[in-house]
């Protein structure tokens, strides 16, 4: 496998569905901060960490499946909070898979602390890890766990 490891690295972040309406949809769960303010701190954070995050969300479970795909050649790691696709999807699971670059798969709320079809994660078995429960932090978590593992 070629050198992957690029100065800056480069991870795209991946958000699923109704992560579009953080900051108004329940709250008491996801946390006030909206999505804007979330990739914003992605971003800071990742010039804190010499790399470049870019961030994107969809509804659209294959305009999820393209986005993966179209990672390989262009970065070297991908940071996902798949959402509701996190225990549905099959479709992202194998893209994941398919590609081949190192993955975290992260959630702002503990999914395993919630109902009990929440427990489960097609997308767990084919990520390098999986952070939970920290609000916000579980982004900036997993980025820098991602960091360090394409750095070593």
Same mark, same amino acid.
């Given at each position: 496998?070629?050198?992957?490891?690029?100065?800056?690295?480069?991870?795209?972040?991946?958000?699923?569905?109704?992560?579009?309406?953080?900051?108004?949809?329940?709250?008491?769960?996801?946390?006030? @901060?909206?999505?804007?303010? !979330?990739?914003?701190?992605?971003? @800071?954070?990742? !010039?804190?960490?010499?790399?470049?995050?870019?961030?994107?969300?969809?509804?659209?479970?294959?305009?999820?499946?393209?986005?993966?795909?179209?990672?390989?050649?262009?970065?070297?790691?991908?940071?996902?909070?798949?959402?509701?696709?996190?225990?549905?999807?099959?479709?992202?699971?194998?893209?994941?898979?398919?590609?081949?670059?190192?993955?975290?798969?992260?959630?702002?709320?503990?999914?395993?602390?919630?109902?009990?079809?929440?427990?489960?994660?097609?997308?767990?078995?084919?990520?390098?890890?999986?952070?939970?429960?920290?609000? !916000?932090?579980?982004?900036?978590?997993?980025?820098?766990?991602?960091?360090?593992?394409?750095?070593?």
């Amino acid at each position: 496998m070629p050198d992957l490891i690029l100065s800056p690295l480069s991870v795209l972040v991946l958000h699923g569905p109704n992560l579009n309406l953080l900051g108004q949809r329940e709250p008491g769960i996801y946390g006030s @901060t909206s999505l804007t303010e !979330i990739n914003r701190l992605l971003e @800071t954070e990742a !010039i804190k960490l010499q790399a470049k995050a870019s961030c994107m969300q969809s509804n659209h479970e294959g305009v999820l499946v393209d986005a993966i795909h179209g990672a390989l050649n262009q970065h070297q790691g991908i940071l996902i909070n798949a959402a509701a696709y996190t225990h549905t999807s099959v479709a992202l699971r194998d893209a994941i898979a398919a590609v081949n670059l190192p993955t975290v798969e992260v959630h702002l709320s503990n999914i395993y602390r919630r109902e009990e079809f929440r427990h489960h994660s097609y997308i767990a078995p084919v990520v390098i890890g999986q952070i939970s429960g920290f609000g !916000i932090q579980s982004y900036l978590l997993g980025l820098q766990a991602l960091v360090y593992h394409l750095r070593h």
